[in-house]
């Protein structure tokens, strides 16, 4: 069975990069045919799917996301890693990362168990 844990720096200053990585256990991010998403979680509001990478490497963004959300994996690790450039307060949320069959939130079947990260100066 699939693990996914997310590992990463609980607090970001405002104008930084978010750096979040992945780590998966029980599967190979290049097994055909999944695809590995990050998705957020602000308090008190929805899920927001901001983008994923498939199994081949090629990436995928929420339009909304897309000008600072960079994502880039490591096989020899079986690591994928989140940046978002530019942070605000309005990006302080939880973080999870998940394995889907299909690039988009509907398709996510596996998920790791979120870190929180704050935007604060």
């Known amino acids: 069975q699939v693990q996914l844990q997310e590992s990463g720096p609980g607090l970001v200053k405002p104008s930084q990069t978010l750096s979040l990585t992945c780590t998966v256990s029980?599967?190979?991010?290049?097994?055909?045919?999944?695809?590995w998403s990050w998705i957020r979680q602000p308090p008190g509001k929805g899920r927001e799917w901001m983008g994923a990478m498939s199994y081949s490497g090629t990436t995928y963004s929420s339009p909304s996301l897309k000008m600072r959300t960079s994502i880039s994996r490591d096989t020899a690790q079986n690591q994928f890693t989140l940046q978002l450039s530019s942070v605000t307060p309005d990006d302080t949320a939880m973080y999870y990362c998940?394995?889907?069959?299909?690039?988009?939130?509907?398709?996510?079947?596996?998920w790791g168990t979120g870190t929180l990260v704050t935007v604060s100066s």
């Open positions: 998940a394995r889907g069959d299909s690039s988009g939130y509907s398709g996510i079947t596996s």
């Open positions: 029980g599967g190979s991010i290049t097994t055909n045919y999944y695809y």
